[in-house]
């Protein structure tokens, strides 16, 4: 059985900072490319980063979306199974509920994890 579990929210400070993290059970996140998801509250939910699979010549490279470029490290850890994503810098509007996912394809979503919530407030 495939499964995501998001961890590593919390409340922070802006300027803070904070790692979130996605365990992966059923799959290889290597084999797959992961993306965090965002959710703000009354938005849409909206791509932060995805990193590429470690096949297909790609061999892990990341995106980013503008919002969170140079700030937000997405990165993948094979012997413990998980995808982290660093967030540095936080600021006010990066509040949401962040959430994992695994696909096919860069920024795809086959499978969910269950979200968890980011906090930035003084």
């Known amino acids: 059985e495939v499964q995501l579990q998001a961890s590593g929210g919390g409340l922070v400070q802006p300027g803070g900072s904070l790692r979130l993290s996605c365990a992966a059970s059923?799959?290889?996140?290597?084999?797959?490319?992961i993306t965090w998801f965002r959710q703000a509250p009354g938005k849409e939910r909206e791509g932060a980063s995805s990193?590429?699979?470690?096949?297909?010549?790609?061999?892990?490279?990341?995106i980013y979306a503008d919002a969170v470029k140079d700030r937000f490290t997405i990165s993948r850890d094979k012997a413990k199974n998980t995808v982290y994503l660093r967030m540095n810098s936080l600021k006010p509007e990066d509040t949401a509920v962040y959430y994992c996912?695994?696909?096919?394809?860069?920024?795809?979503?086959?499978?969910w994890g269950q979200g968890t919530q980011v906090t930035v407030s003084s």
């Open positions: 059923g799959f290889k996140v290597s084999d797959h490319a």
């Open positions: 990193i590429y699979s470690v096949h297909g010549g790609t061999n892990g490279r990341a």
């Open positions: 996912a695994a696909g096919e394809r860069l920024w795809s979503n086959d499978y």
